[in-house]
């Protein structure tokens, strides 16, 4: 099973201020890494897919980067909205796995 | 567009059987492969299995090793439904259950719903 460890666990910043999220695969996930944010009691939603591709609805200022098995999402300019838990995620093995997560908090 | 709505009881006896259903609105389960995943606060995200339909026959799946042969996952195309077994529940299994469009890294997710195992 493909491990996937996200740092930090908790990232506080203020609004305006970018982000920058890590996740590392214990062995090459390919370009199959997705990043998902979800908000306290709803579902995730899919953000990127295949490290750089935006879902539909997916604002501008965020992007993925990286490849075999370090990934980063950065969130260029925080908004309010933005604030939230946010999980990598591998579709290159099976299982599919998810990372651990990242809080990121309002300073 | 399209939406998902899993249901079934919030509440199972330690060593029965949890099922649920998925049902999809607002576009058809042909052609599509559909995901079960599961969230607790310990163990995080923990992707159950899947099932793609293309229309006829049962759908061919894919289950999560760590369940061993506990899960099944099968289609109701009349009624547009996805549904999870999970035999032998226990503690461990206590969590919010999503149902989710694609079989790699799902684009569209149901609420949820969560499910409680009692001793």
């Known amino acids: 099973e493909i491990v996937l460890t996200q740092s930090p666990a908790t990232l506080s910043l203020s609004p305006g201020e970018g982000a920058t999220l890590s996740c590392r695969a214990s062995?090459?996930?390919?370009?199959?890494l997705a990043w998902y944010q979800q908000k306290p009691g709803q579902a995730p939603r899919l953000l990127i897919y295949?490290?750089?591709n935006r879902a539909t609805g997916t604002p501008a200022r965020f992007s993925g980067s990286g490849s075999g098995t370090d990934f980063t999402l950065t969130i260029s300019s925080l908004e309010p909205d933005d604030f939230a838990s946010y999980y990598c995620q591998q579709r290159s093995g099976w299982p599919r796995t998810f990372g651990q997560g990242t809080n990121l908090e309002i300073k | 567009q399209v939406q998902l709505q899993e249901s079934g009881p919030g509440l199972v006896k330690s060593s029965e059987t949890l099922s649920l259903t998925c049902t999809v609105s607002g576009g058809s389960i042909i052609n599509y492969c559909w995901s079960w995943i599961r969230q607790t606060p310990g163990k995080g995200l923990d992707y159950i299995g899947y099932i793609c339909y293309v229309g006829s026959g049962s759908g061919s799946t894919n289950y999560n090793p760590s369940l061993g042969s506990r899960v099944t996952i099968s289609v109701d195309p009349s009624n547009n439904r996805i549904s999870l077994q999970l035999r032998s529940v226990t503690a461990a299994d206590t969590a919010v259950y999503y149902c989710?469009?694609?079989?790699?890294?799902?684009?569209?997710w149901g609420t949820g719903t969560t499910v409680i195992v009692s001793p």
């Open positions: 062995q090459s996930v390919d370009n199959y």
């Open positions: 295949d490290v750089s």
């Open positions: 989710a469009r694609g079989g790699g890294s799902p684009d569209v």
